[in-house]
């Protein structure tokens, strides 16, 4: 049997047959129930970013890991504004080890968790040696990063590179404003800088506005040729679908689900 090689001309069509890729990262997952399994329960393959140790995360969580959901650590952080983090929260008054330990402990409390993205963090992402302490910690297991970007001067990404560790950025947030209207707009900016570069990511959360326009809009993306992919498919696409991580290489997360009154706050 003769081995042909894939002709240039048929590679070049495959690598341009990839379309426009959207992924989209809900935040704020684990307090919302009824909004969270509306979610859950759509078809498209959506990244939900827990936050830790909240009242439906553990449920909310195993729920979407049988539904084919990408699942994420909504790591708490210090922002510029002193609001309140809740438990799990990362601040800068914070040693290496509390800090590594307050992290660790969060990405345990988040079943099948597979990436992790910073919930506020204004603060605590533009502080080099924080975020070296964090990525220090991430770089141990099978993890991505995704820098929110809650202000311009983070350092997060840069420093989750400079550790190897697979990184993206948001591209658009989707719903800091809660109508209708607001919502599409950002929408067909994420789809825009899709189309123009090839892939973007968007950030939304589980208020009801954004839910309903989700349940409508996404199942038409297929006929406006857009992909919808979790934050891993993105990434792929971005490296030529190669791996994350080799086999062996991180060490497994270890599942501890505590509750709020863990005293891990």
């Known amino acids: 049997m003769l081995a042909s090689a894939t002709p240039p001309a048929l590679a070049r069509d495959t690598e341009r047959a990839v379309p426009p890729t959207i992924a989209i990262i809900i935040d704020d997952m684990g307090h919302n129930l009824e909004e969270g399994r509306r979610l859950v329960a759509m078809d498209q393959p959506l990244t939900l970013a827990f936050l830790p140790y909240r009242p439906f995360t553990k449920q909310l969580a195993s729920l979407a890991h049988q539904q084919h ?4 650590l909504h790591a708490p952080m210090a922002n510029t504004r002193n609001i309140g983090l809740g438990p799990g929260g990362l601040t800068p008054d914070m040693d290496e080890q509390t800090l590594a330990v307050t992290l660790r402990r969060a990405l345990q409390s988040i079943p099948y968790v597979s990436g992790v ?18 990525m ?7 993890v991505f990063f995704v ?17 190897r560790i697979p990184t993206l950025s948001r591209d658009v947030f989707l719903d ?3 109508t209708e209207a607001f919502v599409d707009r950002q929408f067909k900016l994420l789809i825009r800088r899709a189309r123009e570069n090839g892939t973007a990511i968007g950030i939304g959360h589980p208020h009801k506005v954004t839910v309903d326009y989700l349940e409508k809009h996404l199942p038409e993306l297929d ?12 990434w792929a696409i971005r490296n030529d679908n190669r791996e994350m991580f080799a086999e062996g290489e991180k060490q497994a997360i270890r599942p501890a689900y505590a509750h709020t009154d863990s005293g891990v706050n």
Do not use: C, F
């Open 117 to 134: 993205n910073n919930h506020m963090g204004s603060l605590l992402t533009q502080q080099l040696t924080a975020m070296d302490w964090v």
């Open 223 to 234: 006929a406006q040729g857009i992909a919808i992919a979790t934050v891993s498919g993105v």
């Open 69 to 72: 959901k990408e699942i994420m």
């Open 176 to 178: 800091h404003e809660q």
């Open 136 to 142: 220090k910690e991430l770089y141990k297991y099978p």
């Open 147 to 163: 820098d929110s970007r809650t202000i311009a001067s983070s350092v997060a990404a840069d420093v989750a590179r400079a550790y």
